[in-house]
């Protein structure tokens, strides 16, 4: 049974930075492409970013993209998202996600437990 651990997140004014990190146990960590999605109140959940198992590419969504960074560290089975120039539309709940084979923008295989990003302006 795969498990994603959420921690990091919390409160930040607009402009300043947040990270995550999510560990996994359960399977071999660099088993699984990995990513972020977030959910914002009365929102559907929307892909943020994402990591290839095993070449490592990485991709982001637009809004996001040069603002945060996301990275693994294999040996410490644990993923992270550095998250800077934070604006209140990145407030949301934020999930680790992780997929079997192919990384898709609309669903994953397994989730986070999900952890709270909020920015005041």
């Known amino acids: ?14 402009g300043g930075s947040l990270s995550l990190s ?3 146990s359960g399977r071999s960590f660099d088993g699984y492409a990995m990513g972020w999605f977030r959910q914002a109140p009365g929102r559907v959940r929307e892909f943020v970013c994402a990591i290839e198992r095993v070449d490592g590419t ?49 669903s994953a295989d397994y989730w986070g437990q999900g952890t709270q990003v909020a920015v005041s302006s």
């Open 1 to 14: 049974q795969v498990q994603l651990v959420q921690s990091g997140g919390g409160l930040v004014q607009a």
């Open 22 to 24: 999510c560990e996994v």
């Open 58 to 106: 990485t991709s982001y969504a637009f809004s996001v993209e040069g603002r945060f960074t996301i990275s693994k560290d294999n040996p410490m089975n644990t993923l992270y998202l550095q998250m800077n120039n934070l604006k209140p539309e990145d407030t949301a709940v934020y999930y680790c996600a992780a997929w079997d084979t192919t990384i898709k923008v609309m």
